[in-house]
């Protein structure tokens, strides 16, 4: 294992690589306060280290966020083929088979019901199991996820309005 230095970053030492914000925007709409944002700071204590545990958890977790964005660019760039006539809506709902949610009724509104429940049950993972993990193990993290946390709670609230 490396140990810190000034060359190692953080993720090198840490094990566990983020994905770099590209900076695109879908919407001059912010939905949030970005400075209002809880942050952990520039660099963890040098002493915090992750197990392999740690690191996989950390891992398949940037792994489930990304693998949700690539899907989510799909389905709007399916949904911009449909718009702009280049693919028709039947075509359209025949191509979500390629995703990762199957279902035997393929209509945009069922798989947009079960892509739904999937980031709910995510979250729900993550309410359940990786934040109380989190809040034991690194203290600093504990502002990010209570942000996290009141947001994702958000979105469960209004996904159940008739």
Known sequence: MTTPNETTSQ??????????????????????????????????????????????VGSHLISVHDHLRDELDQIRQLVDSVESGVVSPADAVASLDEFAIRQNNWTIGAY???????IALHHGLEDSDIFPHLRTCEVQLEPVIDRTHRRASRHSRRSRRP
Request: charged share 25%; proline share 8%.
């Open 112 to 118: 947009c019901a079960a892509y739904y429940r999937m």
């Open 11 to 56: 993720y090198e030492r840490l094990g566990v690589f983020p994905t770099v914000d590209t900076g695109v925007r879908l919407s001059g709409t912010q939905l949030w306060d970005e400075s209002a944002r809880p942050r952990r700071g520039l660099r963890p204590p040098a002493d915090v280290t992750y197990t392999r545990v740690g690191r996989a």
